[in-house]
């Protein structure tokens, strides 16, 4: 819980933090919550991943110490 007037600074900021991370990785994790977890979804989203260069940016990012420049999009 927050209190009410640091409530819009802390959404502001967990806005900002979402769109530094992977929209792929977001979506999944979407799909998943929401129980979406059956063979044919799982299998779609290794697809997705192993199609793309997010891992790869996100290890590299990371050894650089700088921001993520995730590139997938839906």
Do not use: C, I, N, Y
């Amino acid at each position: 819980m927050h209190p009410a007037d640091a409530l819009d600074a802390r959404v502001t900021s967990f806005a900002h933090t979402l769109t530094e991370r992977s929209a792929l990785t977001q979506a999944a994790a979407k799909e998943f919550a929401d129980g979406r977890t059956g063979p044919d979804r799982v299998a779609h989203w290794r697809r997705e991943a192993a199609g793309g260069d997010e891992a790869a940016e996100g290890v590299a990012a990371f050894l650089e110490r700088r921001e993520a420049r995730f590139g997938w999009r839906r």
